[in-house]
């Protein structure tokens, strides 16, 4: 004879399992329609990415992109309305003192015929910690034709030159 205690442990069981299946059986069916869902919708439209390479053709070797003790100069398409060109200019820095940081500063120079010299167009300057870097500065003459030249200085040493270059517009 069954007691009253095992009747009421058979049917725990029994409801316990219902849920399970009852759970089961909804899980399947959502799983189902999520995939008949994602099945029948239209793929969205890809959307095309169009990258743009402003950057020219380098004249120079990849080699002497970045080269310690020369600097490189190459010309980007035009910077924005009028005469505006941007110019990349890459050098590679060695640094006197790894164990320390180390500053170094561009200028980009303009030949004066007046005075018979290189004036100062632009200048920026920055650092690194590092043995030894690639850096690349790209200044923008807008409007002012001439000869220009880059030039490098590490804090302590002579300045590093570019070739000159003339912008004609």
């Known amino acids: 004879m069954p007691t009253k205690s095992a009747a009421v442990l058979t049917s725990g069981t029994a409801t316990a399992a219902k849920l399970?299946?009852?759970?089961?059986?909804f899980t399947s069916a959502y799983v189902g329609l999520s995939a008949y869902s994602n099945a029948s919708s239209t793929p969205e439209p890809a959307t095309q990415v169009t990258l743009s390479a402003?950057?020219?053709?380098?004249?120079a070797p990849a080699e002497e992109l970045a080269t310690?003790?020369?600097?490189t100069m190459s010309v980007l398409a035009d910077g924005g309305p009028g005469c505006a060109k941007s110019y990349v200019a890459r050098s590679l820095l060695t640094n006197p003192d790894p164990a320390g940081a180390?500053?170094?500063?561009?200028?980009?120079?303009?030949?004066?015929?007046?005075?018979?010299?290189?004036?100062?167009y632009l200048a920026?300057?920055?650092g690194f910690a590092a043995p030894e870097r690639a850096v690349e500065w790209r200044p923008m003459v807008s409007g002012n034709p001439g000869w220009y030249r880059v030039e490098l200085t590490i804090?302590?040493?002579?300045?590093i030159r570019s070739d000159r270059f003339q912008v004609s517009c």
Do not use: I
């Open 155 to 159: 804090e302590g040493t002579e300045p």
């Open 102 to 120: 180390v500053s170094y500063h561009w200028r980009l120079a303009r030949w004066s015929p007046a005075a018979k010299a290189w004036r100062t």
């Open 124 to 126: 920026d300057h920055d």
């Open 68 to 71: 310690a003790g020369r600097v």
């Open 54 to 59: 402003r950057e020219l053709p380098v004249t």
């Open 20 to 25: 399970f299946v009852a759970a089961l059986a």
